[in-house]
């Protein structure tokens, strides 16, 4: 199975999922898409870029309950939103410069769109 086609499952999987990319960090292109309408380059380009970016993020500041002070991580996820979307960015756990990014409803599961994106990485990660 192809990048598109698992990008097409992903979008079917999450209710709520307008927009699924598969994104290289390190050059923040969009290298696959799959939509529910067609989308303007420069709208794929910003998403890329906005991944990056938050991806990248050395001074996410990460809560850890257990010891007392917290500490600074890259994250492997990030969500914001709008009032009118959620834009869910997943970093992949084998190869750090790829990464979906999705634009969802703004009531979508957030848990079920990580799993979800882990679930598809991994495939990804296994025929590269």
Same mark, same amino acid.
């Given at each position: 199975?192809?990048?598109?086609?698992? /990008?097409?499952?992903?979008? +079917?999987? =999450?209710? *709520?999922?307008?927009?699924?990319?598969?994104?290289?960090?390190?050059?923040?292109? =969009?290298?696959?898409?799959?939509?529910? +309408?067609?989308?303007? &380059?420069?709208? /794929?380009?910003?998403?890329?870029? &906005?991944?990056?970016?938050?991806?990248?993020?050395?001074?996410?500041?990460?809560?850890?309950?257990?010891?007392?002070?917290? +500490?600074?991580?890259?994250?492997?996820?990030? $969500?914001?939103?709008?009032?009118?979307? /959620?834009?869910?960015?997943?970093?992949?756990? *084998?190869?750090?410069?790829?990464?979906?990014?999705? $634009?969802?409803?703004?009531?979508?599961?957030?848990?079920?769109?990580?799993? &979800?994106?882990?679930?598809?990485?991994?495939?990804?990660?296994?025929?590269?």
């Amino acid at each position: 199975m192809d990048v598109s086609e698992r /990008l097409s499952n992903l979008r +079917s999987a =999450v209710p *709520g999922c307008h927009l699924a990319a598969f994104i290289d960090l390190s050059s923040k292109m =969009v290298l696959a898409v799959n939509a529910r +309408s067609n989308q303007p &380059q420069e709208r /794929l380009d910003v998403l890329a870029d &906005q991944a990056e970016r938050l991806l990248s993020a050395p001074d996410v500041i990460i809560e850890d309950p257990a010891p007392s002070q917290p +500490s600074a991580h890259i994250p492997d996820y990030v $969500v914001t939103s709008s009032p009118e979307n /959620l834009e869910v960015f997943v970093r992949s756990a *084998g190869d750090a410069n790829e990464a979906l990014g999705l $634009v969802c409803a703004i009531n979508t599961d957030i848990e079920l769109a990580l799993d &979800q994106c882990d679930a598809i990485l991994i495939a990804i990660g296994k025929e590269s």
